[in-house]
Every structure is written in C-alpha cells, then in structure tokens.
C-alpha cells in the first residue's frame, strides 16, 4: 500500500491513534488482528491518520514482519523499554532490540507501569532518553488519579510529571528524533482507564491544553505548535468524535477498543473524516 505525504490538520499535527493492547493476544492473534484492521480501512483513512498498533513484546517480531511484508500503512512499537542499554537485567528489553525491530513508537511511564512497577518520574525520565537514543518516538503518558481530580489540582500534577519527563531535553529532542515527532504526549487519568468512565471533551481539553502550553513555556511556541499530544481512557467509537474535538487533543490512546478490529477502526475512521 503506496503512502502518500500527509496533509496538515490541527497546525501541521497529523491525528494519531494508537492501540496500547497491553497484555493481550499472541503472537499469532496479533497477525490476524493487524490484517482485519488494515483492511478495514482505507488507504486515503490511513494516510489522514496515523495508525499504530502497540502488541506486546512477544508479538513485535510477527507484527513486523507482516507489516514491512505486505508494506502495510500501520505503525507498531511497544509498550514499555529499560531505561538501560544492556546489561544484567533480567526480563527487561532494550531500546536497542526495540529499534532492531524497526519500532517507531514506545509508551513510557503509562499509569499501569508507574502504578504495578513503581516506576517513579527519574525512572520515566530515563526510559524517555532511553527512547530518544535509539530513535524511537516515546508517548510519553501522564495523567492524575481520582484523589488528585477530586481536589482539582490536576494540571499541576499533570505538567509536573511531564516537566519531570522531560528533564534535560532539548527543543530539537522533542521533534526531531525517528519518523515525524520526537515526543508524543499522552493525557491519561487514571480514573478513566479501563473503567468505561471517559473524561468529558472539555476535562480531555483542558489538561492537554495546559500541557501544551508548559511546552511553549519550556521549549517555546513553535515546539509546542509540533508535539502531538493525545487523550486516552475508556476511548471507544461512540466518544470519539468529542474527545477530538479539542483543539490540542491530536488523537487517542486507545486500550480495550483497539482489541476489536471493527471498534478501533471506526475510531480511527472518525480521526481521519472527522465524523
Ligand atoms: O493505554 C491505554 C489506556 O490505558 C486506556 O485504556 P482503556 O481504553 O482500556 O481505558
């Protein structure tokens, strides 16, 4: 499938939606999950929006070889990385062997990984840089549990984790690094995730709108202007169409939706037509 040059909605930002499938589907689950949502859509629909699947580990390999293969108009990546290049540390994978098989994207610091694995804000840091250093475009996640909404100090608490993310990068870092963006961002409470409980437009609005502009604050207007930045909790085909409809909100990242083919593309259908 012949890729085209993207158009320039939002600014320049081309809509994203990823598909984080957590700990879901095997290897050979995954092959038959890609070729449905590929052929679900349209090859005019996968250019508008970028599309990435994000499979466990112990797919990467099947899903790479199927999409470079068959020269399929998705993205994949992962969903975690060391924060180490190599060493003794069991069950960790590298950036290193992520890049070896050709991942444009990894998430770093989701809630689930801050929350089950203590990683801590310098762990996420280092993950970031770890990204950053093999090419690979980190979505960075960030996002406030129900305590901290209920006491309305959300956006601090959201631009603090990613002034603490992003410690020591430079403005190049954030948009340079691999295909397209350096740093994609994720806005992801807590409360939302996995619980059917979507936050409102206006709720996904207001903290991506703040954390682009503590981009500008930090990295300068023009930075700010390029990082995409993404709403994701309880995301699904009914909801997302508001959820877009911000004006900083450049896409989803989408957890139990992206396991249904028929689901996740009609989300991503509505990113790229907008209805
Ligand atoms: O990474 C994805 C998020 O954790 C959202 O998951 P969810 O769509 O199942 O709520």
Redesign the pocket.
Known sequence: MARRQPPAPREGRRPLIAG?W?MHLTHLEAIGLVQKLVFSLTEKQLDVAEVVVLPPFTALRSVQTLVTGDQLAVGYGAQDLSAQDSGAYTGEVSGGMLAALACRYV?VG???RRALHAEDDAVVAGKVQAALRHGITPIL?VGEGLDVRRAGTHVPHCTAQLDAALEGLSAEQLTAAGEGTGVVV?Y?PVW????GEVATPDDAQEVCGALRSRLAERFGAETAGIVRILY????KAANTAGILAGPDVDGA?????SLDADEFAQICRIAAEGS
């Open positions: 984080n957590k998430v989701h809630s689930e996640c994720a992801e939302a995730i996995g619980t994701g909790g309880s995301v990242l989408v957890g139990g939706a």
